[in-house]
């Protein structure tokens, strides 16, 4: 019942920025978190962020400091602010929500693409 789209990816240069933005749209209820992922060719899906809704956020390592996810829970709609991008940050990002009430439930979005390079 729920539906992601994500939007924003594209080509940029090192040291550039990008936003990706994911709506979400269903039965979601108010008790979730979403988050970011990333995969690249070869390699297994990594976590890059995550929010809940009341706001609290993680993140991974290589993207700390570089990188700021927020959400919008009135449009149920999370965006990834990438800075300071670098070539290793190419991959397909991937956009999760996770319905924690009154049941857990798992959701993927079909990913965007971006790529880092000069």
């Known amino acids: 019942q729920v539906q992601l789209v994500e939007s924003g990816g594209g080509l940029v240069q090192p040291g550039g920025s990008l936003r990706l933005s994911c709506a979400a749209s269903?039965?979601?209820?108010?008790?979730?978190?979403m988050g970011w992922y990333r995969q690249a060719p070869g390699k297994q899906r990594e976590l890059v962020a995550t929010?809940?809704?009341?706001?609290?956020?993680n993140y991974a390592d290589s993207v700390r400091g570089r990188f700021t996810i927020s959400r919008d829970n009135a449009k149920i709609t999370v965006y990834l602010q990438m800075n300071s991008v670098k070539p290793e940050d190419t991959a397909v990002y991937l956009c999760?929500?996770?319905?924690?009430?009154?049941?857990?439930?798992?959701?993927w979005g079909q990913g965007t693409q971006v790529t880092v390079s000069s």
């Open positions: 999760n929500l996770v319905r924690v009430l009154p049941s857990r439930a798992d959701y």
């Open positions: 929010i809940t809704s009341g706001g609290s956020t």
């Open positions: 269903g039965s979601i209820f108010n008790t979730y978190y």
